[in-house]
């Protein structure tokens, strides 16, 4: 993986050529590097280790939901007198446990692995450019990723734990809790915020700017429009919450009442806050981020589909344009219909309309993306290689993640099913068995690239196998918990008698998640034992677009020459011709 | 109380809105089963059809695929019915037509961490005056101890009672942070959002012993904040409610005796 010495002439921009090499220290060149592969790789492999954090979390929790009360043999003692009192879990903890879940999973894993690594590393290589149009500014996105993500998981540590009202944090109950652990969340996520907008200003200037010639926007490979897209959401909604984030840390430290209505009795107690504030306003402001952030989780998982399944289709995508322009009326969209998390708080017949009528608006794209990628498989040739095991199981679990949304976007079925465990199974479809498949799918895709190396494929199908069963047997139960009434975020669903009717499940659910986590080891193995494989072609995959060009590793500047582009991204299976696939970038027609 | 019939799908449904309510989940599930069993056959056949092996080989040119844009179109005309058709009518029947107050029994809920204050203005049909500032251990709602119209109001603690084929109007509050009053059996669901007063309205179909849950994150005690839900017959309603009627009240100090918490509710 290390920037081989020799690299492109391109990387100096407006350097004359002939200048001596310059070497740069090795905290330069591998810590506050500027390069967008170095930046990438970091980013992966800090989301990668806070998914795994994150799910550590949701192992602990699933114990208690399977055996309420019960002390947890051997961690639970490791873990404290305040946490787990004699083994057995605090509601406190629990609910710290549920609200960093939610946190670290979207802002620290999926948003910067999908964005932060994967478009880092892969953007600037598809679109032929030597590196980001900003190398500062990526670096600094890292860097204020990077402590932001520390200072949540140092919050666990501090008196009275890490936050503790979901990750929507919904005031009032989120400044009424006076740890201050929640004061730190709010401050994590300005930086975690601030990381995620000077990253995205970087993808939109880059890829408008820096296109290889020959490149225009209809030959650009689908990943590249997903992040296009993706970095246009992030832009536009992330400054509410960051400004939310403010006010709240404004309420919990300076007196003030954004969010807090006069006369509150808190245990007992008057409240003291000048009041005139609305909790509903935290709400807004909220979601109106958080429903754009979903597709900011969705978009660059299927633009990783899209490259694993045109690459081992042997043929074309089927409807680029439409999927072009699905996915931007899908980013469009997702700014206009986040009050569909709100439709219980006493929203009138008019709003709640139209948010139910965009709502199902945004349903269209979807089906159309979808629709184009089961398409795309009709009339190829599918190879079954690893990346493609998990773009192929992407498909039916978006579907039925997407699916289950429709009945949550009406507002008299939502009656019914909002805060059950049906909203739970309906999201981690998509960002579980969705999105993180397609994650999987990109790392076992473009290892080759990154490293020189191919995984063993033979592990990386039975990580597939195991992952698919068991990830099914963690969220499809939650379903049901949901039509039998169940709410979410509860300590002890054995309290309530349609909780006991159900407990089951439960136990199902939680041993399928410690099963999922198992599954896992083949992966993490296969990922560092294949650094030491021999190396392989430089396109081993035999795929069209423009990343493949440079050689694997690249080195800094990425590529010897400046590409040109002569063709379509998915030029496979070509009448008349002796290979399957003709490349963007090859000069011979 | 009956857990029997509690299980895996719905719990029975003891209101008169509820139908509406679950006949459209069951359609959308049936609209959902049937793209997903629609799109997985072609997906499994195209899986099956198209594998790479030896003499076979993909097709450059994309399908003329027709049946695709029929299925697009049916799913917007399929959605456009569900919502217009399906989800906004039972949504606005129910949000815009409450059931006059004079014909309803109209309760006060105020939420807090960890229990439901429900507040019933008695046999005068007025309720007693509350404020914030009276709340405390001994006065869950802040009932103002001189107003005369609230001597013979009724308080009670995760007890809501309430008879059997007469519309409720519930008004929620809540006096600290966000709850959600939730009673599946009844398909009702509304947040308690501090600053707010909210009211809900339902009608019971049967008697029976049902219960409320919170259904918004509330701290710590979320999970246990369980109210009993008592639909009466109509004379078991009387029963209690005379039952639970504070006695004629001399000159009141500030424990009055309409906050029954210690007292055994029926």
């Known amino acids: 993986m290390s920037a081989s010495k020799t690299h492109g002439h391109a990387a100096h921009g407006g350097h004359d050529a002939g200048h001596g090499h310059h070497e740069l220290p090795f905290w330069r060149k591998y810590v506050f590097s500027v390069d967008h592969k170095i930046i990438g790789l970091q980013y992966a492999v800090t989301a990668l280790v806070f998914l795994f954090f994150g799910f550590t979390l949701m192992m602990l929790l699933r114990w208690q939901l399977a055996y309420p009360g019960q002390p947890l043999p051997v961690i639970g003692k490791l873990l404290g007198e305040s946490a787990m009192p004699g083994g057995v879990m605090a509601p406190e903890f629990y609910n710290q446990l549920g609200a960093m879940h939610g946190t670290i999973m979207v802002f620290m894993g999926i948003v910067p692995l999908a964005v932060g690594g994967f478009g880092n590393y892969v953007v600037p290589l598809q679109i032929g450019a030597p590196d980001m149009a900003f190398p500062r500014i990526n670096m600094a996105s890292y860097w204020a990723f990077l402590p932001g993500g520390i200072l949540m998981i140092a919050s666990f540590f501090l008196p009275g734990g890490a936050a503790q009202s979901g990750w929507t944090n919904y005031p009032p109950l989120s400044e009424v809790t006076q740890t201050p652990g929640q004061t730190v969340w709010l401050f994590a996520m300005v930086l975690l915020i601030t990381s995620s907008l000077l990253g995205s200003i970087n993808f939109i200037v880059t890829i408008v700017q820096l296109r290889a010639k020959g490149l225009t926007f209809f030959r650009l490979p689908f990943f590249v429009h997903a992040q296009f897209v993706t970095s246009f959401l992030l832009l536009l909604a992330f400054p509410p919450l960051e400004a939310a984030a403010v006010m709240q840390i404004m309420d919990r430290l300076a007196n003030t009442s954004f969010f807090l209505p006069a006369g509150l009795v808190v245990s007992g107690e008057q409240w003291h806050a000048a009041g005139g504030g609305s ?38 995508l089927w409807g680029y344009r439409l999927l072009v322009y699905s996915a931007i009326f899908l980013g469009f969209m997702s700014f206009v219909v986040w009050a569909h998390h709100m439709f219980m708080t006493g929203m009138g017949t008019t709003m709640s309309t139209f948010f139910q009528t965009t709502t199902m608006i945004i349903s269209i794209p ?224 | 109380m009956d857990e029997t019939k509690y299980g ?19 359609i959308v599930h049936w609209f959902m089963l049937i793209l997903f069993v629609g799109w997985g056959i072609f997906f499994v056949y195209c899986l099956i059809k198209y594998r790479a092996r030896p003499g076979h080989a993909a097709t450059y040119l994309p399908p003329k695929a027709q049946f695709t844009k029929v299925i697009e179109v049916s799913v917007i005309v399929i959605e456009v019915l569900l919502l217009f058709w399906f989800s906004t009518p039972v949504w606005f029947a129910y949000k815009n037509h409450p059931p006059p107050e004079k014909d309803a029994l109209v309760i006060k809920l105020v939420a807090e961490q960890f229990a439901w204050d429900f507040h019933y203005a008695g046999k005068d049909g007025k309720f007693g005056r509350t404020s914030e500032a009276s709340m405390s251990g001994d006065n869950p709602v802040g009932m103002d101890p001189d107003d005369p119209d609230g001597k013979d109001d009724i308080v009670t603690i995760n007890q809501l009672h309430f008879p059997v084929n007469k519309p409720v109007i519930v008004q929620i509050s809540s006096k600290d942070v966000i709850h959600s009053f939730n009673i599946p059996v009844l398909r009702v669901k509304q947040d308690a959002v501090p600053g707010t007063r909210i009211p809900i309205w339902f009608q019971a179909t049967k008697p029976g012993h049902f219960e409320l849950a919170c259904a918004q994150l509330c701290g710590l005690g979320h999970y246990r904040m369980r109210a009993d839900v008592l639909i009466d017959t109509p004379e078991e309603y009387a029963k209690w409610a005379a039952e639970n009627a504070p006695p004629p009240a001399e000159p009141p100090t500030s424990a009055a005796p309409e906050n029954q918490q210690g007292a055994p509710q029926k």
């Open chain 1, 366 to 589: 979807s089906v159309v993306i979808l629709t184009c990628f089961i398409m795309s498989l009709y009339g190829g040739a599918i190879r079954y290689t690893v990346p493609m095991l998990f773009a192929t199981a992407f498909l039916p679990m978006f579907a039925i993640g997407g699916l289950t949304g429709l009945p949550l976007g009406l507002t008299a079925s939502d009656i019914y099913l909002h805060d059950t465990f049906y909203v739970i199974a309906h999201f981690h479809y998509v960002v579980a068995p969705g999105t993180i498949f397609a994650l999987f799918a990109g790392i076992y895709y473009w290892y080759p690239k990154v490293t020189g190396k191919q995984m063993n494929q033979a592990l990386g199908k039975v990580h597939f196998w195991l992952s698919f069963i068991f990830i099914n047997g963690v969220f499809m139960p939650m379903f049901f918990q949901g039509m039998a009434g169940l709410s979410r975020r509860l300590y002890d669903p054995t309290i309530y008698a349609h909780g006991r009717a159900i407990q089951g499940l439960n136990v199902l659910i939680s041993w399928s998640a410690w099963g999922l986590a198992l599954a896992q080891l083949p992966f993490i193995w296969n990922f560092f034992a294949s650094l030491r494989h021999v190396k392989v072609a430089e396109n081993p995959w035999q795929s069209t677009t423009l990343e493949w060009a440079a050689p694997s590793p690249p080195p800094h500047g990425n590529f010897v020459t400046p590409p040109v582009v002569y063709r379509d991204p998915y030029q496979y299976s070509e009448p008349g011709r002796s290979t399957d696939f003709h490349p963007q970038f090859a000069r011979e027609a």
């Open chain 2, 8 to 26: 895996y799908w719905f719990p029975p449904d003891v209101s008169t809105h509820g139908v509406q309510i679950d006949q459209l989940i069951d």
């Open chain 1, 279 to 316: 909790p509903l306003l935290w709400q807004h402001l909220f979601w109106f981020l958080a429903h754009p952030e979903v597709y900011v989780l969705i978009l660059p998982a299927m633009g990783i589909v899209a490259e694993v399944i045109a690459n081992n289709t042997r043929k074309p």
